[in-house]
C-alpha cells in the first residue's frame, strides 16, 4: 500500500508560522507542523514555477 502525502495547506503553514511569531511554539514544533502541513511540497514548487522574492 503507498502512501500519498495530503496536499499543502497554506492555512496550516500560516497558523504554525503565527504562533512561532507570537511564542506560542519552539521551533521544533513549529517545524514539524510546517513539515506536516506541506512546506516542503509549497518551496519545491515555488523553485520549479521561477518564483522569486519581491524587492
Known amino acids: 500500500m503507498a502512501f500519498d502525502p495530503p496536499m499543502p495547506d497554506l492555512n496550516k503553514l500560516i ?30 514548487q515555488l523553485a520549479a514555477s521561477g518564483w522569486t522574492p519581491a524587492a
Do not use: N
Not at 511569531?21 to 516542503?40: F, I
Open 15 to 44: 497558523a504554525a508560522w503565527d504562533e512561532f511569531e507570537r511564542g506560542e511554539q519552539a521551533p521544533g514544533k513549529v517545524l514539524a507542523k510546517m513539515k506536516t502541513a506541506g512546506l516542503a511540497q509549497v518551496l519545491a
